[in-house]
């Protein structure tokens, strides 16, 4: 469950959707420092009265690194980490973090500096494991040399709508605008390396230029093809929306964004649609893609 809007619901409503969440088996939940100020973090703490209990129950995920100045930048230096990471738990009333992001990379990074915080936070039992969000190959490795820690995750933008992880695997040596290989094959390497991605905007089309799912004057064909499996399978289009990107087998976490209770029922089934192999080629195609 990603918490990027709840700050738009009341404490009351907040406190059933997280419910709604552990009914339908989520105990993952997705935080950011950024997210509404960070009043996305208070929120969530105070509308389930966080306490020991309650915390054993759930693995907790939040970013630092973005921060907003007259345009907007990345700042990776240990004491902005060390800062970043006390605030989180204070907000989320907790004492430890399951994974600690990078939320964007830092073009001013030192890895050394880095690995010094991660040291730090991980030896006072702060943080238990580290990762990155919207990082390529190249800037892991750079990264990773000079930490103690694996990186364990890799938080990036995927769906139907949006699928740069595949698409010049797919259309390799094809002279086609999906041949074009723009993430560094992002996915092979993680997959290589026993990182997990998770997929952030699992509706949206682009950088939140909209959801697909029921958008028949941009998608009407993918949303046939969503439909028809909906009816076959029994559920709901946006259940095959998430079922197309828990099938691939890089067992990719889906980061729900949605504050409607439904649609986080209807999304957490998709895991357990077995699309087969021509399902998940049509809706691929259906969304525009060229299957050589």
């Known amino acids: ?15 059933a959707l997280i419910h709604t969440a552990q009914e339908a088996g989520i105990n993952f939940f997705d935080h950011a420092d950024i997210y509404g100020g960070g009043s996305c973090e208070e929120q969530f703490a105070q509308a389930i009265s966080m306490d020991k209990t309650i915390r054993e129950n759930m693995i907790i995920q939040s970013k630092c690194g973005i921060r907003h100045g007259a345009t907007g ?16 738990l204070q907000r ?3 004492e430890y973090l399951d994974i600690l992001l990078l939320h964007r990379p830092d073009p001013l990074m030192e890895p050394e500096e880095v690995a010094e915080a991660f040291d730090q936070l991980h030896a006072s039992g702060k943080v238990r494991h580290f990762g990155v969000s919207n990082h390529n190959p190249m800037q892991i490795e750079l990264l990773q040399k000079s930490l ?3 990186l364990v995750v890799n938080q990036v933008q995927f769906s139907l709508a949006h699928t740069p992880l595949i ?12 041949a074009v290989n723009r993430d560094s094959s992002t996915l092979e390497y993680c997959r290589l390396n026993d990182i997990t991605l998770q997929a952030w905007s699992p509706f949206q089309t682009g950088f939140f230029d909209g959801v697909f799912v029921g958008d028949r004057e941009r998608f009407p064909k993918l949303n046939d093809v969503l439909d028809r499996l909906a009816g076959k399978y029994d559920v709901t289009p946006t ?3 998430v079922a197309w990107i828990t099938r691939h087998p890089a067992n990719i976490q889906v980061v729900l964004g949605t504050t409607n209770a439904g649609r986080l029922r209807e999304s957490a089934e998709g895991s357990d649609i077995p699309l087969t192999r021509e399902e998940w080629n049509e809706l691929y195609a259906a969304a525009g893609n060229m299957i050589p």
């Open 1 to 15: 469950m990603g918490n990027m809007r709840i700050n738009s619901l009341s404490l009351k409503e907040t406190e």
């Open 148 to 150: 103690n820690q694996k």
């Open 73 to 88: 930048y990345y700042d990776f230096s240990k004491d902005h980490i060390l800062t970043s990471v006390d605030k989180i």
């Open 239 to 241: 259940t095959i929306a």
């Open 167 to 178: 698409d010049s695997g797919v259309s390799l040596n094809m002279n086609t605008e999906n």
């Open 92 to 94: 989320l009333q907790t």
